[in-house]
């Protein structure tokens, strides 16, 4: 039975550049790095509003620099809303999973705005933050990928500091991964038939986090330019048409727009068994991840709550075809009819 989701194993790439970043953008070993690059240039700066649904990650580089989070309320009632906060010295921003937010007007806004275009990278060009900054790990199999730029399109700091093996390990579980995919199992690979390469890239994760700001690999520069936007964008709106049908009834975006890249297919799962589905779907080999996991930085109040213990995010990426969607489908379906 083929896995489907988790780590991503290749890039798809095509011999043009894409043009899909600014000419003065800069790489940064992760996402994180780069953020991180842009903090150390609000001096003076001590309150950020931040959105009550997003990782940690996020997070966790203002609390280190000493900032105040105050959290604007976002929450799913018959489409996701997000209520923002404009009295914070910094605004950050963000769309979700690919799907086009409402135009935002910050014209009364006199603080400074920082927008994650992870999600969004494929879908829509912002040009309403003062920073923008976003990692591209989620999409492909880069190594590091960590992108950010500033409007003004002044130089951000980037340090040459150790990256404490994190891209050698990276490779390495990568590697594994496409092995374990091919069926090298049956050449008695022990350390590919034990999944090692899920190990390893855990022990990658551990590695970044000792990483401050660092620069990407030279290797994942050259792939980003030449991403395939254009195969990737289509295989994945096809196959997030294929669960969208099956699952219209539980989606938190409604709408597909047609400049959407969907990043995954979230949905609103009911009767809060969210957690049992996910965890029917990985006894299945298919791994759909739950965004996100609620730390000690966050600050939630039930309605808000209820988006990180009911969604989870179905896979539609460019890994897979549409039987792998139908595959995704009937195993939910199965999840139901045996509940």
Not at 123 to 133: C, E, G, P, V
Not at 217 to 233: N, S
Not at 314 to 331: F, G, H, K, P, S
């Amino acid at each position: 039975m083929r896995e489907i989701g988790s780590e991503y194993w290749d890039v798809p790439t095509t011999e043009k550049e894409n043009g899909l970043f600014p000419t003065y953008v800069q790489w940064f070993i992760s996402g994180r790095s780069g953020l991180k690059s842009i903090i150390t240039e609000l001096k003076g700066y001590h309150t950020v509003a931040m959105p009550s649904w997003c990782c940690d990650s996020m997070i966790k580089p203002f609390v280190d620099a000493g900032m105040e989070i105050h959290f604007y309320p976002v929450f799913w009632e018959y489409g996701l809303i997000q209520e923002l906060s404009l009295d914070c010295d910094v605004l950050f921003l963000m769309d979700y999973f690919g799907y086009t937010s409402d135009e935002i007007a910050l014209t009364e806004y006199k603080g400074v705005v920082i927008r994650d275009v992870t999600h969004s990278v494929f879908s829509k060009s912002y040009s309403d933050a003062n920073y923008f900054f976003g990692s591209l790990r989620k999409w492909a199999g880069i190594w590091t990928g960590g992108y950010a730029w500033a409007r003004d399109r002044h130089e951000l700091l980037i340090e040459c500091s150790d990256d404490y093996d994190y891209v050698c390990l990276r490779e390495k579980a990568m590697l594994l991964k496409l092995k374990y995919l091919n069926g090298m199992e049956n050449h008695n690979d022990s350390a590919v038939t034990d999944k090692l390469y899920l190990r390893i890239f855990d022990e990658a994760e551990s590695a970044l986090e000792k990483v401050e700001i660092a620069p990407a690999a030279e290797r994942d520069v050259y792939l980003a330019k030449r991403i395939a936007v254009e195969d990737i964008k289509a295989r994945r709106r096809n196959n997030a048409e294929i669960l969208r049908a099956a699952f219209k009834d539980w989606l938190i975006f409604p709408e597909l727009n047609s400049t959407d890249c969907p990043m995954f297919v979230p949905i609103l799962v009911p009767d809060g068994r969210r957690d049992e589905l996910k965890h029917f779907l990985i006894t299945n080999d298919i791994y759909c991840p739950a965004h996100w996991p609620i730390s000690g930085l966050h600050k939630l109040d039930s309605k808000e709550k209820n988006l990180y213990d009911s969604v989870l995010s179905l896979v539609c990426d460019q890994r897979y075809t549409e039987e792998d969607m139908a595959r995704i489908v009937n195993t939910v379906d199965d999840f139901w009819r045996e509940a």
